[in-house]
């Protein structure tokens, strides 16, 4: 059976991908991450990951300590559905010019700016504000942040893969990881830090909170963002795909909202579904399992000053080795063999936490399987992003690589909606159990998929 053709710009990502004629020297492979390419991915990676934290933990970190209750916090998590359904507007990122943005700078480097420049205004507006004294601006400011932040994730997704070939999306991915979660320890642990910095004497009443610190902590934040938006403008933008012509607006809208989806079913019929079942089940032993970590962590007599340390620093430092490494082995072995390597580890480092379980409170131990699991991550994450980009048309990168990561989440995030009603029942060990048995469809579909391929 013959291999459907796709993303022929970046090259075929069939046997020959994982066979090439000449494999590059150790030398050739490292130097790869020394190229300008990687390193803007890197700065632009931290732009990516610094909104995250700061609409999500951070925020309801600081909600809590001004008062608001925990059942209003919950609900305002829903900020974060943005990143979800991202999706619904990445055609338009694709496809739409920005009037005095487009003309000057291309279609990525134009969406990126203006993305970049609607995350600073949110942010600047949450630190102007004080959810104790009125909660519904600052709201707004992170709704801001959080539509930034998904349109920023849709353009840099399709300038990453339209800035090099295939053979270096494994690096830039590397690299786009890197910058990310560096971005993720400042806008969590750097922020946490500044903000209690920033603060006063306590006051004679006794009163802890002080808006102005956390204030201070968001505007620091939000001129971080800065780095991401010069990084841009001294960026080139991307050799420009020709676009086929519309003249009718229903035919734009087809090409815009329809084709995108239309032509990955076209290359790939039948093997789509393989496909797309893969993309939605792959990180399914992850995020299942990290929904119930930190209780996990707390009712083993872990300290909030040593879960910090391990797994916020420690475990994002262990993730970016194992973003490295992934980067290395796919360029070395090729990427669905490192995806492979990745499914394996990833689901089998779940294990270790129910092993975790019966040491009792054992900082030691805990660094152990945090090193195992975020290594295990890095490296499967590396390979996921490569494939996933892999799979994309240069016509529609934006729109498909939008629809790719927001259906990995989509099974997983609502089997993760039972996980606390499961420990409950069954507890933490036959949960962390059960989490790498969910890894097991994952590998059949890797197998159906990699056989495909040979066909």
């Not at 803007?40 to 609409?55: D, H, I, Q, T």
């Not at 609607?118 to 707004?140: F, Q, S, Y």
């Not at 239309?262 to 399992?289: C, E, K, N």
Request: hydrophobic share 55%; proline share 5%.
């Amino acid at each position: 059976m013959s291999q459907p053709t796709h993303n022929t710009a970046l090259g075929s990502n069939g046997p020959a991908a994982d066979a090439v004629s000449r494999r590059p020297s150790w030398g050739d492979t490292l130097r790869v991450y020394l190229e300008p390419p990687t390193l803007r991915m890197l700065l632009l990676g931290f732009s990516a990951g610094l909104p995250l934290l700061l609409v999500l933990g951070t925020l309801s970190f600081w909600l809590r300590e001004a008062g608001v209750d925990r059942t209003t916090i919950g609900y305002l998590s829903w900020v974060g559905l943005a990143y979800g359904f991202k999706w619904l507007w990445a055609p338009l990122v694709d496809r739409l010019p920005i009037p005095l943005l487009t003309g000057p700078l291309g279609r990525r480097r134009g969406w990126l700016l203006l993305a970049q420049a609607m995350v600073i205004a949110g942010l600047v507006g949450m630190a102007l504000n004080d959810p104790r004294e009125a909660l519904i601006p600052l709201v707004w400011c992170a709704l801001l942040v959080a539509f930034g932040s998904a349109t920023q994730d849709i353009a840099l997704d399709a300038y990453r893969i339209e800035s090099a070939g295939t053979e270096r999306q494994a690096a830039l991915a590397a690299a786009y990881q890197t910058g990310y979660r560096l971005a993720l320890i400042w806008a969590g642990a750097g922020a946490l830090w500044i903000a209690a910095r920033a603060e006063l004497a306590p006051a004679a009443d006794g009163i802890a909170y002080q808006a102005g610190a956390w204030q201070t902590a968001y505007g620091v934040m939000a001129a971080s963002m800065l780095l991401g938006m010069v990084t841009v403008l001294l960026s080139p933008e991307p050799a420009r795909v020709v676009l086929p012509k519309t003249r009718h607006p229903a035919e734009w809208l087809r090409s815009v909202l329809v084709e995108p989806f239309a032509d990955f079913l076209r290359r790939y019929r039948w093997q789509a579904v393989l496909m797309l079942a893969l993309i939605g089940t792959y990180r399914i032993s992850d995020v299942v399992m990290g929904i119930m970590a930190n209780p996990f962590y707390v009712d083993m007599g872990y300290t909030k000053d040593e879960v910090a340390a391990v797994t916020k620093i420690y475990g994002v430092v262990m993730t970016l080795v194992g973003a490295f490494v992934g980067g290395v082995l796919a360029m070395r072995l090729g990427v669905f063999r490192v995806l492979s390597l990745g499914a394996v580890l990833s689901a089998g480092s779940n294990l270790l936490f129910a092993w975790l379980g019966g040491q009792g409170h054992d900082v030691t131990a805990l660094v152990f399987v945090i090193s195992a699991d975020n290594l295990s991550s890095g490296i499967a994450s590396a390979a996921f992003i490569a494939y996933l980009s892999s799979l994309t048309n240069l016509q529609y990168s934006a729109t498909q690589y939008a629809l790719f990561t927001s259906m990995m989440l989509l099974l997983p995030k609502f089997l993760a909606g039972y996980s606390g009603r499961f420990v409950d029942a069954f507890g933490y060990g036959h949960f962390f159990v059960c989490t790498a048995l969910l890894g097991l469809p994952v590998l059949l579909l890797l197998w159906l998929v990699a056989r495909q391929r040979r066909d």
